[in-house]
């Protein structure tokens, strides 16, 4: 979900669930984790952009483990930056 703050600028949150798996065959579950964190966009120019997400792991387990977290398998943060021109 995303939101109008300012000209040219958004505000959201994110929320992704990933899943792990042993081998190319997906033959064994090794875990899980589910993120949550802030999104920035920011229209730069008449044809530029910059998007920040950060991502924070709030639950996750690994198979076999009681765990709250799965750090085996995935981060405990997840960052990311996106530059582009439009063209």
């Known amino acids: ?26 033959r064994a579950f090794t875990g899980e984790a589910l993120y949550i964190g802030p999104t920035l966009f920011a229209q730069i120019g008449e044809r530029g952009f910059l998007s ?13 483990s009681d765990l709250r977290l799965d750090l085996a398998n995935f981060e405990r943060d997840l960052f990311r930056v996106r530059a582009g021109i439009h063209f």
Request: glycine share 12%; no cysteine; aromatic share 18%.
């Open 1 to 26: 979900m995303t939101g109008f703050v300012a000209d040219r600028l958004y505000l959201g949150t994110n929320v992704q669930y990933l899943r792990s798996y042993e081998g190319l065959t997906f």
């Open 52 to 64: 920040v997400a950060w991502n924070r792991q709030v639950w996750g387990q690994e198979a076999g």
